[in-house]
C-alpha cells in the first residue's frame, strides 16, 4: 500500500498531461480575487529530481516532459510554473503537482495535501513551507471527506492515487459522488491510468453515467518498456472551468507533434 514512489515516474507523458490541465485550472480559478481552497489526496513529495538514478533507471522524463518542454505555450500557467522552480531548484527540477498549486496559488488561497509514504511526507514537508499550507501524514480520501465542503467553497480536488491498491477502482466512483453532493461548485479532478487489462473501464463507465456533463481527457502512448501494462492516462472533471475542454485539444496537438517525431 506504501511502496509506490513516483520518482521513477516523475515528469512521464502522464506527468503532463495532468499538470498541464491542472495548471490550465488553477490560472482559472486565480482570475478573480475570490481566495481558492485546493485539496489533493495523494500528493507524493513535491519536488523531484530528473537527473536522479530512479529517474534515469526509467527514462520516462525524457519521453515526457523532456520532449515537451520547448513546445509548450509561451505563457501557458504550466511552462510558468516549471521555469520558476527550475530557477530555484536548478534544470533537472520537476514539480510534482502540490509545487505547482503552491507556485500557482496566492497567500490567500489554502492548500491542504495528504501523503501516507512516511519518506515522501518527509520530502514534501521540506519542499514546501508557508503559512497557507497544510500537509497531512493521513488517508487522503479521508481527509477530503472531512474537509469537504471547504471554506473557502470556490477550488479544487484532485485525486490522483497510485492504484497499487485494486479497490481503489472500485471506491472511487462512490467517493467522488459524495463529494460532488457535498460540494457541488468544486472542480473535481480524477487522475487515471489507462490499462491493457482494463481495469479502470468499469470504474470510468461509473463516472460517466453519474457525471454526464464530466470532461473526460485521454492521451494515448506506447509501453514504457515490455510488458509494462500502462499505455495511456486520463483525466476525468467534474464541474470542469469554461474553456477546458478547448485546452485539452491544444494538449492534444502538443502530443501529436511529439508522437510524429
Not at 500557482?104 to 521540506?126: F, I, T, V, W
Not at 481527509?143 to 484532485?158: T, V
Not at 495511456?232 to 494538449?251: D, H, M, Q, T, Y
Request: glycine content about 8%; some cysteine.
Amino acid at each position: 500500500m506504501l511502496s509506490y514512489q513516483h520518482g521513477y515516474h516523475a515528469g512521464n507523458l502522464a506527468d503532463v498531461q495532468k499538470h498541464a490541465l491542472l495548471a490550465w485550472m488553477l490560472a482559472y480559478l486565480t482570475r478573480k480575487d475570490k481566495p481558492v481552497s485546493y485539496i489533493e489526496t495523494h500528493a507524493g513529495r513535491g519536488l523531484y529530481d530528473l537527473g536522479s538514478a530512479e529517474a534515469l533507471r526509467t527514462g520516462e522524463a525524457e519521453q515526457g516532459i523532456g520532449a515537451l518542454a520547448n513546445t509548450l505555450p509561451v505563457g501557458h500557467p504550466y511552462a510558468e510554473a516549471l521555469a520558476e522552480i527550475r530557477a530555484a531548484h536548478g534544470p533537472a527540477a520537476y514539480p510534482g503537482s502540490p509545487l505547482i498549486a503552491a507556485t500557482l496559488l496566492r497567500p490567500q488561497d489554502s492548500l491542504h495535501l495528504a501523503e501516507l509514504h512516511p519518506q515522501e511526507h518527509a520530502a514534501l514537508k521540506a519542499a514546501l513551507r508557508a503559512p497557507n499550507i497544510a500537509i497531512h501524514r493521513q488517508d487522503g480520501f479521508e481527509l477530503a471527506q472531512s474537509l469537504c465542503p471547504p471554506e473557502p467553497r470556490r477550488g479544487l480536488l484532485l485525486v490522483d492515487p497510485s492504484y497499487e491498491v485494486k479497490q481503489d477502482y472500485a471506491r472511487i466512483p462512490k467517493f467522488l459522488g459524495g463529494i460532488a453532493h457535498k460540494w457541488n461548485v468544486g472542480v473535481l479532478a480524477l487522475w487515471y491510468p489507462i490499462l491493457t487489462s482494463g481495469l479502470h473501464t468499469p470504474m470510468l463507465r461509473a463516472l460517466e453515467r453519474d457525471h454526464p456533463e464530466a470532461l473526460k481527457h485521454e492521451i494515448r502512448f506506447p509501453p514504457i518498456r515490455d510488458g509494462h501494462r500502462m499505455i495511456g492516462s486520463g483525466f476525468f472533471v467534474i464541474n470542469p472551468p469554461w474553456g477546458l475542454a478547448e485546452e485539452a485539444k491544444r494538449l492534444d496537438s502538443l502530443f501529436d507533434k511529439v508522437k510524429k517525431r
